[in-house]
Nanobody, 117 residues
Framework: QVQLVESGGGLVQAGGSLRLSCAAS????????MGWYRQAPGKQRDLVASITSGGSTNYAASVKGRFTISRDNAKNTVYLQMNSLKPEDTAVYYCNALLYYVLGTPWGQGTQVTVSS
């Protein structure tokens, strides 16, 4: 059964850092591009960063230079290091395969990130 479990969120002051983790079942992780998404209240879920199985990365303009995505293929885990956090980064953060809509992979519960000003 495909499963995604996000962790590492919390409350942090502006300028602070957090590291998110996402443990994925092997069937979704293997050879798939993985992404971190976020959804703020009343807004759509947006992709913020992605990483291929080989380690190539892409970032949304709003987080480039502040966030770093990485993955440990042996542990089926993807990470998101978030530095210089801003109040506008406040959202629930999720991970999933980039092609979740093709693979039919369900969303996890997400992890809440709250940045205070």
């Amino acid at each position: 059964q495909v499963q995604l479990v996000e962790s590492g969120g919390g409350l942090v002051q502006a300028g602070g850092s957090l590291r998110l983790s996402c443990a994925a079942s092997g069937s979704i992780f293997s050879n798939n591009v993985m992404g971190w998404y976020r959804q703020a209240p009343g807004k759509q879920r947006d992709l913020v960063a992605s990483i291929t199985s080989g380690g190539s990365t892409n970032y949304a303009a709003s987080v480039k230079g502040r966030f770093t995505i990485s993955r440990d293929n042996a542990k089926n885990t993807v990470y998101l290091q978030m530095n210089s956090l801003k109040p506008e980064d406040t959202a629930v953060y999720y991970c999933n395969a980039l092609l979740y809509y093709v693979l039919g992979t369900p969303w996890g519960q997400g992890t809440q990130v709250t940045v205070s000003s």
